[in-house]
């Protein structure tokens, strides 16, 4: 089994998806605005399903965890967050995460990431966490940046997403740059 099932912050609960988060998931999911620098825009509940079966078997397959961000208070799902294409033997994995458009801009993703970043450092004894950002994302560059992750280069038409190709930016951030953060 690949990482813990829950984690939490002072706000947040990260804890596996659920079939009762389906609709909510489904409504960020469907929204072309929180979907457009992502790898499709879902037109049916059905496609909901099928991607959160797909994420929530990653553990049993060994390639990686996503889990509903939880508020705390209200127990609303925000959104995801995760780790995929995990590669044990050299010793990483991908990060991936989006909110819904209303809980943007409310440092959520920041303090979710604070947890899970050292999580897979500490738990899993990954060295390199690295994050494919479609170009044109900034909200997602900026937040990255601000967790310590460096640009390393773009791939040109790396992603054929939403019916074009679409370059991708490649930021990674090692054990080593965490190490010194703290």
């Known amino acids: 089994m690949y990482g813990l099932l829950e984690l939490e912050t002072d706000r947040f609960t990260l804890r596996k998806i659920e079939d009762g988060d389906l609709e909510t998931l489904h409504s960020y999911w469907s929204d072309e605005v929180v979907t457009e620098y992502m790898n499709a825009t879902f037109k049916s509940i059905e496609e909901t399903q099928q991607m959160v079966e797909l994420l929530n078997i990653l553990p049993e397959i060994g390639e990686g965890r996503r889990w509903a961000i939880?508020?705390?208070?209200?127990?609303?799902?925000?959104?995801?967050?995760?780790?995929?294409?995990?590669?044990?033997e050299h010793?990483?994995?991908?990060?991936g995460f989006e909110l819904g458009r209303e809980y943007w801009g409310r440092g959520i993703m920041q303090e979710v990431m604070n947890i899970v970043i050292p999580h897979c450092f500490e738990d899993l004894g990954l060295n390199r966490i690295e994050a494919f950002v479609t170009v044109g994302n900034y909200r997602s560059l900026k937040a990255l940046e601000k967790l310590g992750f460096k640009q390393e280069g773009v791939l040109r038409e790396y992603e054929f997403t939403q019916g074009n190709f679409r370059d991708q930016v490649v930021l990674a951030?090692?054990?080593?740059?965490?190490?010194?953060?703290?």
């Open 173 to 182: 951030i090692l054990r080593s740059d965490w190490g010194n953060q703290i």
């Open 70 to 88: 939880v508020d705390k208070r209200s127990g609303s799902v925000l959104g995801t967050c995760g780790y995929h294409n995990m590669k044990a």
């Open 91 to 95: 010793r990483r994995a991908e990060i």
